[in-house]
Each structure stands twice: as C-alpha cells, then as structure tokens.
C-alpha cells in the first residue's frame, strides 16, 4: 500500500476516502476511492451535486493526494502507469481522476 487518505487530516474534508496501491515489479499504481457512506453527510450531497449535474466536493481533494504520490515515487514516478476504480460516487470521481 502506497498511501491512504486517513493519513492526512486535511483529506478528511468532505469524506474523501481513497487508497493508493503500488506495485513496484510492474511499475502500476492503483488508486481505489470509496463509493457513498449514506451516513456522511459529505457524501449524501456530493450525491446531491451529482444529480444537478455538478462536480462533487470530493475533486478539491484529488489532485493534491495524486500529486503526493507521484511526489513519494520520485524520479522514477514516470515510469509508472495509474489507473483508477471505485464503486457509486467512487466511480464518478475515479472516472474524473
């Protein structure tokens, strides 16, 4: 495992939940995002967002968690491939990531 967003206090706004995995035989990250907790109002209305046809919260979060990973690889982070899943509102921000 590469890193998780529990690490970090700052990605815990807006309920952004997402691993990081590193395979280093094959050069691939994999980063996972979690789909809706219906018990995190965060997630409920990026849901809400979604369905007016916005973009979700959780987007603010992205790029400064994969830019850190890319960071944590160094010089050799080009070499590596990423690809993305998720599941529900994890989806729509794996596609967009």
């Given at each position: ?20 995995f ?23 209305w ?52």
């Amino acid at each position: 495992m590469l890193a998780i967003s529990n690490d970090k206090e700052s990605y815990h706004q807006y309920g952004y939940k997402t691993v990081a995995f590193v395979n280093h035989q094959t050069n691939q990250v994999h980063i996972a995002f979690a789909g809706t907790d219906p018990t995190d109002v965060y997630n409920l209305w990026d849901d809400f967002l979604l369905c007016l046809g916005r973009s979700p919260n959780k987007l603010q979060a992205v790029k400064p968690f994969i830019d850190e990973r890319i960071q944590k690889l160094g010089e050799q982070s080009a070499e590596y491939q990423f690809s993305t899943s998720g599941h529900s509102l994890g989806a729509v921000v794996a596609d967009i990531a």
